[in-house]
């Protein structure tokens, strides 16, 4: 299994940038997806996942800019981050389960990761 994560860069706040994740090994339709960020000094959070239903949740610092959604065909997890701000300059990652999962799991629960991709957001 692995994950690998593009997308980041660095924009002015207000800006927007599009990560995605794809995926490879997983049965990926039901896969539990989520991501995750870490920002310098601070412990890693969960920012948003996508559970086996479907249903997508988020964290309320980023709830109402960001969206999470994946292309099954594609095999490719996304984030597409709106309104950003210097509070969301992070480390973003993609991650996984291989079975079937529900609700905010943590980084240690979940099976598989990417390496991660660098945000960084100016005033």
């Given at each position: 299994v692995?994950?690998?994560?593009?997308?980041?860069?660095s924009v002015q706040a207000g800006g927007s940038l599009r990560l995605s994740c794809v995926a490879s090994g997983l049965i990926y339709s039901s896969n539990y997806m989520s991501w995750f960020r870490q920002a310098p000094g601070k412990e890693r959070e969960g920012v948003a996942y996508i559970d086996s239903d479907g249903r997508t949740v988020y964290a309320g610092s980023v709830k109402g800019r960001f969206t999470i959604s994946r292309d099954n065909a594609k095999n490719t997890l996304y984030l597409q981050?709106?309104?950003?701000t210097p509070e969301d300059t992070a480390m973003y990652y993609c991650a996984a389960i291989r079975g079937?999962?529900?609700g905010w799991l943590t980084w240690s629960q979940m099976g598989y990761w990417g390496r991660g991709t660098q945000v960084t957001v100016s005033s």
């Open positions: 692995q994950l690998v994560e593009s997308g980041g860069g981050m709106n309104s950003l079937r999962g529900y």
